[in-house]
T-cell receptor, first 115, second 115 residues
Framework: AQSVAQPEDQVNVAEGNPLTVKCTYS??????LFWYVQYPNRGLQFLLK??????LVKGSYGFEAEFNKSQTSFHLKKPSALVSDSALYFC?????????????FGAGTRLTVKP | ETGVTQSPTHLIKTRGQQVTLRCSSQ?????VSWYQQALGQGPQFIFQ???????GRGNFPPRFSGLQFPNYSSELNVNALELDDSALYLC??????????????FGPGTRLTVL
């Protein structure tokens, strides 16, 4: 079965600095990868996804993610962090060989951007 | 365009009771998925409905059941509630037929507390 790991529970960055939130995955077939953000008392908001093609995916609010097949990673990045980016970030994966539409989420990484 | 809505926002039940949670999908979407998010964890896939048929299920017991209606709204029913069922229940809708690559859009969730 597919799985995803977010190795950092917490990431702290200063406003204006670049940020990276890490994600690694494990699948049997082709990976379909997603990033979501969750603000307090809210549902998940879609940021971006990788299906196929260009390894660098651009998404909402200036976020991008780089797909690395050899390292089985899909790290989320942003060149210049904003205080308003502080939230909980989830990486998720679906397996191209999966047969039950199961989307597996990581445990989440809490991003704090300090002024 | 109306986003995904869920009702109720909060719910308190006692052990052994039954509960029904409701979800209205985003306009134009034909697929609904349900997730359970325990405190401090990522969402876990319960099941997915496409055109009123269940087309994927995660590792949840049969006391978790669902329905999708002709207007693509959906219900999640949980029988014989247990304390561990306390969680945020998220509904997500999407449009498509492939399932695996479709982007899911989440509602704000229903917070269920079982006493």
């Amino acid at each position: 079965a597919q799985s995803v790991a977010q190795p950092e529970d917490q990431v702290n960055v200063a406003e204006g600095n670049p940020l990276t939130v890490k994600c690694t995955y494990s699948v049997s077939g082709n990976p379909y990868l997603f990033w979501y953000v969750q603000y307090p008392n809210r549902g998940l908001q879609f940021l971006l996804k990788y299906i196929t093609g260009d390894n660098l995916v651009k998404g909402s609010y200036g976020f991008e993610a780089e797909f690395n097949k050899s390292q089985t990673s899909f790290h989320l990045k942003k060149p210049s962090a904003l205080v308003s980016d502080s939230a909980l970030y989830f990486c998720a994966v679906r397996d191209g060989l999966g047969n039950n539409n199961d989307m597996r989420f990581g445990a989440g990484t809490r991003l704090t951007v300090k002024p | 365009e109306t986003g995904v809505t869920q009702s109720p926002t909060h719910l308190i039940k006692t052990r052994g009771q039954q509960v029904t949670l409701r979800c209205s999908s985003q306009s134009g979407h034909n697929t609904v998925s349900w997730y359970q998010q325990a405190l401090g964890q990522g969402p876990q896939f319960i099941f997915q409905y496409y055109r009123e048929e269940e087309n994927g299920r995660g590792n949840f017991p049969p006391r978790f059941s669902g329905l999708q209606f002709p207007n693509y709204s959906s219900e999640l029913n949980v029988n014989a509630l247990e304390l561990d069922d306390s969680a945020l229940y998220l509904c997500a809708s999407s449009f498509g037929t492939s399932g695996l690559t479709d982007t899911q859009y989440f509602g704000p969730g229903t917070r269920l507390t079982v006493l």
